[in-house]
């Protein structure tokens, strides 16, 4: 039986926290989300939605956290029966972490993409660069946000096999840049080696013809003494050097799996505090330039991490609405 697909919560500009608020409450207290907590023992949290939030948050840190801390290709794969497995797949597809959806609107102000392991820093640049030629319309920039974390020599490999080398996130994001679009050097260069990635930061800007300037950004860590910077730090980051204006329409790629605690992210640090409008998108893998490209198998374990994620992310956007 199907499982009635669930929208995120509204990146409309304007939307007041009380409609962001709802949808929040929406996808949370969802019948999927409830059935896969019943699945692994869980009783539903009582209270209103903080109390949710914070009930789920604890009960998918027991049941759902497979990185403990660690990046997300040294996560554990857990052993699921057949049938929890096939559960977890078809909430993870109501919740909307399986199938790609495109943009909707045929213009935005500005389109960034998101940074990740090196196969999908190659696949979100490729996918951004097919929108840009293609359509919808973007009349501000091209935002590619990433950090200093040094790559796996999985990650190196992956790289090698198309041709590129590289260190760092930040290093894969501009070589597929250049890469993709056929761009040998920025036009513009900025940035601050201190010596520690943590506190350290890099933009480099190219002007490919008849398409809009492209940003590569390298963020420092909001929390440098604690960690690399995370995708809010890249974000508000970027929003600074951009200057955003309320009512500006930003598309966000990422990869499907993401697309929840993305997309909520991006609400917590880039619609909240400048007013402007978010949609989020996953890429398409089925596109003909894609097709070529390496992709990573997702298992269930991936999912349910990712849902953790989303739910984390939620309440972290209610408590900053609230």
Do not use: K, N
């Not at 993870?92 to 045929?106: I, S």
């Not at 935005?108 to 979100?124: D, E, I, P, S, T």
């Not at 190219?206 to 929390?223: K, N, W």
């Not at 990869?255 to 409008?277: E, K, M, N, W």
């Amino acid at each position: 039986m199907r499982i009635a697909d669930v929208a995120l919560p509204t990146g409309a500009a304007g939307a007041s926290p009380a409609q962001v608020a709802r949808g929040v409450r929406a996808w949370v207290e969802s019948p999927p989300l409830r059935a896969l907590v019943a699945r692994f023992g869980g009783d539903w949290p009582a209270g209103d939605l903080t109390a949710v939030l914070a009930g789920l948050d604890d009960f998918s840190a027991r049941h759902w956290d497979f990185r403990g801390g660690r990046e997300r290709p040294e996560a554990r794969e857990p052993a699921l029966d057949p049938a929890t497995a096939g559960l977890v797949r078809a909430t993870a597809e109501a919740l909307g972490l399986v199938r790609p959806v495109p943009p909707a609107q045929p213009r935005y102000a500005h389109l960034v993409v998101l940074g990740g392991l090196a196969h999908a820093c190659l696949r979100r640049v490729a996918y951004a660069a097919q929108l840009v030629r293609h359509g919808p319309a973007v009349a501000g920039e091209v935002a590619v946000l990433g950090s200093f974390r040094p790559l796996s020599e999985v990650e190196r490999a992956v790289l090698a096999g198309t041709g590129i080398e590289a260190d760092t996130e930040v290093d894969a994001l501009d070589a597929a840049v250049r890469w993709v679009l056929g761009v040998a050097a920025p036009s513009e260069e900025d940035g601050r080696d201190t010596g520690h990635p943590h506190h350290s930061w890099s933009s480099r800007t190219y002007r490919p013809d008849g398409l809009p300037p492209v940003r590569v950004l390298a963020a420092p860590s909001s929390e440098p003494e604690r960690r690399r910077a995370h995708t809010a730090d890249t974000q508000r980051f970027w929003a600074a050097h951009v200057r955003l204006s309320p009512g500006d329409a930003v598309l966000v790629v990422t990869a499907p799996i993401y697309v929840p605690f993305q997309h909520c992210d991006a609400l917590r640090t880039l619609a909240v505090p400048y007013g402007c409008s978010i949609e989020t998108v996953g890429v398409d893998p089925a596109l003909p330039d894609l097709t070529r490209l390496p992709e990573p198998t997702l298992t269930p374990g991936r999912y349910l991490q990712e849902i953790r994620s989303a739910i984390r992310a939620m309440r972290a956007l209610h408590e900053v609405l609230g």
